[in-house]
């Protein structure tokens, strides 16, 4: 038997016993336990409409699973959206145990208290024990992301003029042009100074490596990329792209992404690899084009819940 324990702020202790957990999952899954969001979430303190659920067993002074809840924007109105990620001790995933099951529910009857709405249970590389649980609970199948990856260097180099981001000074320029881009993305767009300065904070954050284009004295697009140390080895990735609408069809999303791919190998970097929807068909041709294959995918379970 295990007990869940429902936390709206984590303390240091709960933090750093979570943070293990993470780590080990980590490790074993060869990928991030949490999304880059719900991680900042956590590490933060939580902010409005944030739960962590830790999973307890009797004899184990360390959490045995962990599942987070976040909430995205219009609380308690029909539209409300809700994501939700599980992470199971690896020596946990015995055959029988059933504390992913169990999490989802109590996140789910969590959720239903507080209002109902949308949910996204996000699932990376899902297989058929995902499916299973999620229909269990009454999730579908819903959105996918790709990620691609490709060798390091690109044989095309790009043509246009980038230069470093100014932390201090490019904040609010750059989020203007973004939020007009992913204007109606569920995660990149609506970004606020606040979201900023949360990943100008991480450690990996490097402003050279945050190349900007201008044009007539406007900020045209931008390449972010992002080196992640997995072990021995370094992948980089071009984190976000993207174009202001006002410069759409002239060909920078694809110089944007050569001049990210040139920085990350003058890094020495052997490869690189970034994140895309599934149904963006545009941008999966673009990366097709620049040599990038889908390494795997992630999905998300989705279902509404009633109040």
């Not at 095309?156 to 980038?162: G, M, V």
């Not at 204007?183 to 490596?209: C, I, N, S, Y």
Request: charged share 20%; proline share 7%.
């Amino acid at each position: 038997m295990h007990e869940i324990d429902v936390k709206r702020h984590l303390a240091d202790q709960d933090l750093a016993t979570v943070a293990e957990l993470l780590a080990q999952a980590a490790d074993a899954d060869a990928h991030p336990a949490l999304g880059e969001h719900a991680w900042l979430d956590l590490v933060q303190g939580g902010r409005q409409g944030f739960a962590g659920l830790v999973a307890r067993e009797p004899g184990h002074p360390h959490p045995v699973g962990y599942a987070q809840v976040s909430l995205g924007p219009h609380r308690g109105s029909p539209s409300s959206s809700w994501s939700i990620e599980v992470v199971v001790d690896p020596h946990h995933r015995t055959p029988g145990n059933t504390i992913g099951e169990d999490l989802l529910h109590a996140a789910l009857a969590l959720i239903r208290d507080e209002g109902g709405g949308h949910v996204h249970l996000w699932v990376n590389q899902p297989g058929p024990y995902h499916d299973r649980m999620a229909a269990a609970a009454g999730l579908s199948p819903g959105r996918v992301l790709y990620q691609m990856r490709r060798e390091l260097p690109a044989e095309e180099k790009a043509t246009i003029h980038t230069r470093p981001f100014r932390p201090g000074q490019d904040e609010e320029r750059w989020l203007e042009v973004n939020n007009r881009a992913f204007q109606q993305h569920p995660e990149q767009g609506g970004w606020t100074v606040e979201t900023m300065k949360l990943r100008e904070a991480q450690p990996w954050f490097d402003p050279e490596g945050f190349l900007l284009h201008e044009r007539d004295g406007r900020l045209a697009g931008f390449c972010w990329t992002k080196v992640h140390s997995t072990g021995d080895q370094a992948l980089g990735e071009i984190y976000v792209v993207a174009v202001d609408p006002g410069f759409s069809n002239q060909g920078l999303g694809r110089q944007l992404t050569l001049a990210g791919l040139g920085y990350l190998a003058n890094r020495g970097l052997s490869q690189a690899m970034l994140y895309v929807d599934a149904t963006n068909v545009p941008a999966v041709k673009l990366y097709v084009g620049l040599g990038f294959t889908v390494n795997h995918i992630d999905r998300a379970y989705t279902g509404d819940v009633r109040p």
